[in-house]
């Protein structure tokens, strides 16, 4: 092992529990804790996070991953992927110290960001990160004179008009543009070695990756006519990081392969990469919140009475989270978080109208209404699966003021692979360990094979 990693950052979980079994000793610690002081916190099951990795060399064995650490910036997820060979995808300053103060080397960060400060690109020279993105004149001008030994990766423009989250209304130069670029990068001695592309989160349109993959050949081919030397694609991000998924990531895979066996075969000389981040830790964090206040509303309408002649009512839960923080993607992704009770409900407890409320005093931090649930108190607890992208860290980006605290897991099977992922082939026959359930979560439902595999090289 490379050793990001010990055994005393994370909770071992032995055969026989799971993560439900840490989160209800955790929510009962923190109901009995005399200071009331824990309102909210994660369980992630970083084996989960090995076991997507293991899919993802399976499913796109030519392509280099790198995590996109705005994602989710915890450090067990970052000493766990570095653990396991990956590279690091940085948008600022911040991140880049962060990565490297757990040592990963400025050979394994890309600085992913077409609209720089130009401070941070002078940090980047000093601490020896080369790999940078562009998408216009201006960013050539600055990296020229900040950074001349940069190799420069140039982002183009995808169809990203069916993604969930488009980007290229904000990014990416068009194929029109892209001739202009490479020539005035010629001029001022900036070396461009790739291209880059970003079809945008939740994308369902598989045509979409073909189309960049071709595009990026086109742009391969003229700025290797003008001299620069081209070896890198980097396919973006947006991949699904879960099961259920409308397009599921094998699918994607599927095409992604087929259009490179296309534009990029084996053997051609270019280095391949993927940025990554709902990928590998959406679901393997889990988030228990509990209720800090209630109120019951009175539904007060003519004509409208309950079976039993009582008004009808809807109850508004206050949670410590809300859409400023953890419940972010209410308001980027319209989503509609769905809680799971901690308490188990019997069937015939009635259910009521019930909206759930962060704890800023707005109109606009609501976490979810529309619920129908049993009469929950103050201090109950309400549990939320799948909450590991853009979740950590970003209460602070959007004015909230999250202290929710993480405490990680791992299945002994996971850590043991982990463990022995490095290890040279001949010497690790033992392969059908590795068909075990990786993950220590709620519930298993499949398993996966694959062989031993090895960490990626550096990308410079």
Partial sequence: MAGYLSETDFVMVEEGF?????????????????????????????????RKHFCFLKCLPRVRPFYTVKCNSSPGVLKVLAELGLGFSCA???????????????????????????AQIKYAAKHGVRLLSFDNEAELAKVAKSHPSAKMVLCIATDDSH???????????TLKSCRHLLENAKRTHVEVVGVSFHVGSGC????????????????FEMGAELGHGMHILDLGGGFPGLEGAKVRFEEIASVINSALDLYFPEGCGVDILARLGRYYVTSAFTLAVSIIAK?????????????NGSTPKTIVYHLSEGVYGIFNSVLFDNTCPTPIL???????????????WGPVADGCDCVAEGLWLPQLHVG???VFENMGAYTVGMASLLGGTQTCRVTYAMSRVAWEALRGQLLPAEQDEDTEGMCKP??????????????????????M
């Fill in 342 to 356: 901690q308490k188990k409900s019997s069937a015939e407890q009635p259910l009521y109208s019930s909206s759930l």
């Fill in 18 to 50: 799971s993560t439900r079994d840490l989160l209800e000793e955790l929510t009962l610690g923190a109901s009995q804790a005399t200071a009331g002081d824990v309102a909210a916190f994660f369980v992630a099951d970083l084996g989960a996070v090995v």
């Fill in 92 to 118: 600022n300053k911040a991140e880049m110290e962060l990565v490297q103060r757990i040592g990963v080397p400025a050979s394994k960060i890309i600085y992913a960001n077409p609209c720089k400060q130009t």
């Fill in 204 to 219: 369902p349109d598989l045509h979409a990756y073909t189309q960049s993959i071709a595009d990026a050949r086109l742009v």
């Fill in 163 to 173: 993604s969930l989250s488009p980007l290229s209304f904000k990014f990416g130069a």
């Fill in 380 to 382: 109950d607890w309400l």
């Fill in 295 to 307: 109120k019951e509303v009175l539904l007060d309408q003519p004509g409208r009475e309950e079976e």
């Fill in 438 to 459: 990786l993950s220590c979560g709620w519930e298993i439902t499949d398993t996966l094979c694959v062989g031993p595999v090895f960490t990626p090289a550096s990308i």
